[in-house]
T-cell receptor, first 116, second 113 residues
Framework: EAGVAQSPRYKIIEKRQSVAFWCNPI?????LYWYQQILGQGPKLLIQ????????DSQLPKDRFSAERLKGVDSTLKIQPAKLEDSAVYLC??????????????FGEGSWLTVV | RKEVEQDPGPFNVPEGATVAFNCTYS??????FFWYRQDCRKEPKLLMS???SGNEDGRFTAQLNRASQYISLLIRDSKLSDSATYLC??????????????FGPGTSLSVIP
């Protein structure tokens, strides 16, 4: 079974530039998550989709971050303009059910962002 | 109080040692619990689920104490390959006012030859 696919794996941009990350979840998984993980910390949920609807985006900095999941499959996460503190790994994950209840969350390899 | 808290670590133990990690959670309505393992510069991967009755997988034992709202992970006969960060994960009851999957900050383990 193919896992969660993410791209690009690594990105270096200057502050105030924009960047976009792409994610393709495991086939059939209805729930898709974007997490931000800063070095030395646990993953922090940015946004959770159930099919193509947003379930939770309470921790998404909406002035600069946006995400969409058109057609309920692939998703993109965009940052515009980027700040130095956005340097982190952006993990996409998916699960078969909302909140992963009765299942678990599967992560992609992550997109490593460095803002200079 | 943070939603999920873990032993701060890091834990540095010799090979063959037994080490235990604790995790506490704040919402008594939480439903499911997991331990994830994260290697350096890699994504988190499921290590094991945590059941109320306790469960064991080889050298790893997970325990849940709902009354005290804590979860533990015990690693026996530590191997060098066990060196990683261990993340406690709390899954909520969907449809409630507390429905986010919460990751703890992680506990770092280094097994030393």
């Amino acid at each position: 079974e193919a896992g969660v696919a993410q791209s690009p794996r690594y990105k270096i941009i200057e502050k105030r530039q924009s960047v976009a990350f792409w994610c393709n979840p495991i086939s059939g998984h209805a729930t898709l998550y974007w997490y931000q993980q800063i070095l030395g910390q646990g993953p922090k949920l940015l946004i959770q989709f159930q099919n193509n609807g947003v379930v939770d985006d309470s921790q998404l900095p909406k002035d600069r971050f946006s995400a969409e999941r058109l057609k309920g499959v692939d998703s993109t996460l965009k940052i515009q303009p980027a700040k130095l503190e956005d340097s982190a790994v952006y993990l996409c994950a998916s699960s078969p059910a909302p909140g992963g209840v009765g299942n678990t969350i599967y992560f992609g390899e992550g997109s490593w962002l460095t803002v200079v | 109080r943070k939603e999920v808290e873990q032993d701060p670590g890091p834990f540095n133990v010799p090979e063959g040692a037994t080490v235990a990690f604790n995790c506490t959670y704040s919402n008594s309505a939480s439903q499911s619990f997991f331990w994830y393992r994260q290697d350096c510069r890699k994504e988190p991967k499921l290590l094991m689920s945590v059941y109320s009755s306790g469960n064991e997988d080889g050298r790893f034992t997970a325990q849940l104490n709902r009354a005290s709202q804590y979860i533990s992970l015990l690693i026996r006969d530590s191997k060098l390959s066990d060196s990683a960060t261990y993340l406690c994960v709390v899954f909520p009851i969907p449809g409630t006012s507390y429905d986010k999957v919460i990751f703890g900050p992680g506990t770092s383990l280094s097994v030393i030859p």
